[in-house]
């Protein structure tokens, strides 16, 4: 282009059309660029700015522009072909050689500048920068300080504007009000401490206060039918057995429990890059209580201040948000509104998403499958609600948010537990628990009402068990008066308690009826109606009800104020439409109860429906989770038509909650039961349901025999193992609920096994009553491993009936504690076959150890005690080692993981020196040293029994190796003993293993 040697002027005289072509070609942005640098170089005065800049061609104001620097001189070309170079990339330049030169004098800059609106001006290219996106906060400042009206801020946050064009016309508009404003605006771009952080900190702070205020008073009390008593969580809430994995023990899976203050903590994390924490439990088990409690320690001050908002969201009222929406209004429609400054609320919600935790109550009940393919990563582009949670959960929206996610356990797919944190078990009340519950519940103390129904309930283990769960549990003090009064058997099953709650309600809205009158004929219109409401909303995933659908169903006013309708707490655009209260069950198990009246008594199922029902086949998530219209529209049209058919209720199951289904099958079988024959012919009066019941009963005996058929043949010389699944338990609390023995006893009639495994099945106080309603009636004593589940006490009394079929027990990280092993020691005494006993991962002390000691000296077949990784200390060892002393029998005895000390060391190896059946002893982590390890060599001295000693990982040097040496050369019976992970070098290690090749490291 021979631009070289050209001054800046020729330069631009020369080669004007190719600057005109790239300027008036380009982006108002970058033109807009230029003129700012211009402008605090003072080339321009602010009438040359208005006119380039005033709206029209890009052409014509380019031309304009480059007419007007030439008229400057020679500097100002240069001036203009220096930002040039900074504003346009060198592909840009067409060619032509650009000359580098010098930028203004800064020497004076700053004297210059003594005025704020002039050093905005002299700043103007770094000002717009640091205020993008950042106008409306400023503005915010302005108006607040009286410099801007509330139209001027409007006008400059019109939308036709970019977030560059916003920061220039604030800093345009701010040039006329004077160097007050100015000063303003420049202490909020240089973030010295000004006004603006007051007034968003106001904001924020006044919506924290409205948000608590909203939480506190949802969180305030617990739900009851027919508002018969207001119940003030504060005033009732006990804490239930949290647990969770720890996964610090060197691979192996300890459970520990913990309470709800632990949940964000540390322990059992295992993907510290995620932001889900998970809470499961069974229905029943208080997970929406405890995160209505979680709400409320917030919103009350309490704890959990590390959050300055809450969001909490109900996965059932979720799938009823029409249309779709922003996170925004997520957030501020459907759970708190601010008042005031919604923008600046939401832009610090996505500044700090670490100071903001969401709850998302109940999972399993999202007409969701979750899935990573639909990406939505936009905080303010709308979209369905169900796509915004889908990635709330995985971080692609406000990544470091805490969400804390309750669900039943079968609703988490393989695809989010990758997004998960930590897990955590709900695993129901203890029996402190229970006990703390009932004194709260009546009365909050000791008072005679609550300790006589306490008195009741620890006498009748059925009604214990049941109220391990806690809905069941207040179920029961709910309906105390009709449980306790004479007559007739305490309520044995799920069913029977579900009963009560009915009588009660019926006694409540019946005027003048007193406990023990018939005063169900004249509600069974109601029952009826409410229980085809309850199957049609099972059988289409649906849990909450319109107006309309009630309306449909014949639900009347009548109807509703017995109670177990609610009204549901829906967000305030629900259903915006209609305008229309919506309504739900008291509880899901509430729900499927009323549907098992339904399908119990109703003449329009039938056999194949019951079949269906009995033999529902797994299913993926997806099958029963749609989308929301199609939900809604097939919920309706079952409302509309009702079950007219058994083929059509039939084939309705293959889409319900597989859940939901197993509770409500429960119920089927324990209202078609012998028991409550009278009172089901109350409801039908129909012969059917006696043939309902031979049915159901048939289904049962084939269910768990088809999983005895699966049993594969035993491996040579080991013994044959059944590995139980899920839904063998169900088949047995189904079983359980029919209280028939003769189904029981042919239910067992075929299993031929040695060993039945039950790990990792949920196994609670509940299911532990079926269980062993069920195996009292095995033919032949079986091994029965019950590990991490979670039985605790309350399940080992109900255990006790099946013990004496039982030729070992293992109970492996069970949450039991010292009065739980007391009372199976107790059973086990009486128990011939039972010769072995596993309680690993537990929460026993030394107060259990006397009674372990009393079952070595009396029990003269014991074989094995497996104690590790407890609680117990010298004293429990030693009176261990007293029982020890006096039994011939036992040959596996197991303590590690505990603290024997070295009394209780020098206990267990005296005790060796008299016992002439242990052949493994485990004393691994122990805190061993060689003082310890001395005793154990004196007494292997004398020992003939001893196969395998286990000392690894305990404090023991070379010179108690030497002990352990020198006491083999006197014994030959001992095979080897295990001393890996102590304090000896390789050296150390390689000379006494030379020494004695029995040492294994």
């Known amino acids: 282009m021979g631009s070289v040697g050209m001054s800046a002027d020729q330069l631009l005289n020369a080669e004007r059309y190719q600057f005109i072509t790239v300027l008036g070609g380009g982006s108002v942005e970058n033109f807009e660029t230029i003129l700012d640098h211009l402008l605090a170089w003072d080339l321009l005065n602010w009438e040359e700015y208005e006119t380039v800049r005033s709206p029209g061609q890009l052409y014509s104001s380019s031309r304009a522009l480059l007419d007007m620097v030439m008229c400057k001189g020679a500097r100002a070309c240069e001036l203009f072909i220096l930002v040039w170079r900074q504003v346009f990339p060198r592909s840009q330049f067409l060619g032509i050689e650009l000359k580098d030169y010098e930028p203004p004098d800064e020497t004076d800059r700053s004297a210059a500048a003594t005025q704020s609106a002039r050093t905005l001006q002299r700043c103007r290219p770094s000002v717009v920068r640091r205020l993008h996106g950042r106008t409306a906060a400023a503005l915010l ?257 406000l990544k470091n948010t805490r969400k804390v996610v309750s669900s039943r356990p079968n609703a988490v797919n393989a695809a989010l537990r990758k997004y998960l944190r930590k897990e955590f078990a709900l695993k129901g009340f203890s029996r402190e628990g229970i006990q703390a519950f009932i004194r709260r519940r009546h009365g909050g103390g000791s008072g005679s009402d609550a300790e006589h129904i306490l008195h009741f309930v620890e006498a009748n283990p059925a009604v214990h068990g049941l109220c391990h769960v806690p809905f069941f549990c207040w179920i029961v003090s709910k309906c105390h008066e009709q449980l306790m009064q004479g007559g007739e058997a305490p309520a044995q099953t799920m069913t029977d308690i579900y009963l009560l709650v009915l009588d009660h309600a019926l006694l409540h809205c019946t005027h003048h009826a007193q406990v023990g009158d018939d005063i169900l004929p004249a509600h069974i219109s109601t029952i009826f109606h409410l229980g085809k409401l309850a199957m049609d909303g099972l059988l289409s995933c649906n849990y ?288 011939s076959n039972l010769q072995k006993m596993a309680l690993f991962h537990n929460n026993l002390t030394d107060d259990c150890a006397e009674n372990f000691a009393r079952l070595l000296k009396h029990k003269d077949n014991f074989l094995a005690l497996r104690l590790g990784n407890n609680h117990l200390t010298a004293t429990g060892a030693v009176a261990l080692a007293e029982g020890l002393k006096q039994n011939n029998s036992i040959q596996f005895l197991g303590l590690w993981g505990n603290k024997v000390g070295d009394a209780g060391a020098s206990a267990l190896a005296k005790a060796l020196e008299d016992n002439t059946s242990l052949i493994w002893l485990s004393l691994e982590e122990n805190s061993l040293i060689d003082e310890d390890v001395q005793h154990f060599a004196e007494g292997l001295q004398n020992n003939t029994s001893l196969r395998v000693l286990k000392l690894s990982n305990n404090k023991i040097t070379k010179k108690g190796m030497e002990f352990i040496v020198s006491a083999l050369k006197h014994n030959v019976t001992v095979a080897s003993i295990w001393l890996g992970g102590n304090q000896a070098t390789a050296e150390e290690i390689e000379e006494v293993t030379k020494a004695e090749a029995r040492l294994t490291f």
């Open 141 to 397: 400042l302005l108006h607040g300080c009286g410099h801007f009206t509330q139209y001027e801020c409007d006008e400059i946050q019109l939308p036709i504007y970019t977030p560059s064009q916003q920061a220039r016309k604030l800093l345009d508009l701010t040039k006329g009000k004077g160097d007050d404003a100015a000063r303003v605006l420049l202490e909020y771009i240089e973030s010295e401490p000004s006004p603006i952080k007051s007034v968003l900190d106001n904001a924020r702070l006044k919506y924290q206060e409205k948000l608590s205020s909203t939480l506190a008073a949802q969180s305030r009390f617990l739900t009851n039918y027919a508002g018969t008593e207001n119940m003030c969580l504060e005033d009732v809430y006990v804490n239930c057995t949290l647990e969770t994995t720890d996964t610090t023990s060197g691979g192996g899976r300890l459970l520990s429990s913990v309470g709800l203050h632990d949940i964000f903590g540390s322990e059992g994390v295992f993907n510290r890059d995620a932001d889900v924490v998970l809470i499961v439990g069974d229905a029943g088990s208080g997970k929406s209580t405890l995160l209505q409690r979680l709400q409320q320690l917030w919103a009350m001050r309490q704890h959990f201040q590390e959050f300055t908002f809450v969001f909490a969201f109900s996965c059932r009222r979720l799938n009823f948000i029409d249309g779709q929406v922003s996170l925004k209004m997520l957030l501020f429609e459907y759970c708190c509104w601010p008042d005031h400054h919604q923008d600046e609320v939401f832009q610090y919600i996505l500044d700090h998403p670490e100071e903001v935790l969401f709850t998302l109550d109940g999972f399993d009940e999202l007409k969701l499958q979750f899935t990573e393919q639909v990406k939505h990563c936009s905080p303010t582009k709308p979209a369905p609600a169900l796509n915004l949670i889908s990635n709330l959960l995985q971080g692609n929206l």
């Open 544 to 831: 909450v009800f319109s107006a309309s659908q009630l309306q449909e169903a014949q639900i009347s006013e009548e109807d509703i104020s017995m109670g177990f309708l609610v009204q549901s707490r829906s967000f305030s655009r629900v259903r915006a439409a209609t305008r229309n209260r919506n309504y739900e069950f008291l509880h899901i198990t509430i729900q499927c109860f009323f549907a098992a009246l339904h399908i119990a008594s109703s003449e329009d199922v039938g056999e194949s429906a019951l079949s269906s029902l009995f033999r529902a086949r797994e299913k993926e998530t997806s099958t029963c989770l749609k989308s929301a219209a199609r939900i809604e529209r097939f919920s309706l049209s079952c409302l509309r038509c009702g079950l007219q058919t058994d083929r059509r209720c039939k084939a309705m199951f293959r889409d319900a909650e597989k859940s939901n289904l197993h509770i409500t099958a429960s119920f089927v079988s324990g209202l078609l039961s012998g028991r409550h024959k009278h009172l089901m012919h109350k409801f039908s009066g129909s012969p059917r349901q006696s043939k309902k019941s031979k049915l159901v009963k048939g289904y049962m005996a084939k269910g768990i025999e088809k999983h005895f058929l699966s049993i594969p043949p035993a491996v040579r010389d080991e013994k044959k193992s059944m590995h139980a699944l899920p839904e063998f338990v169900w088949w047995i609390k189904c079983i359980y609920e029919m209280q028939d023995d003769d189904l029981a006893k042919q239910a067992v009639s075929n299993l031929e096994v040695d060993h039945l495994k039950l790990t990792y099945c949920g196994i609670g106080p509940l299911e532990c009553t079926a269980l062993a309603y069920v195996l009292r009636h095995l033919k032949n004593p079986v091994g029965l491993q019950l590990d991490y589940n979670s039985v605790g006490d309350i399940g080992i009394e109900q255990l006790l009936p099946c013990l004496g079929n039982c030729q070992s027990i293992y109970l492996r990280a069970n949450n039991i504690c010292d009065r739980g092993a007391a009372t199976l020691v107790e059973q086990a005494l009486g128990c």
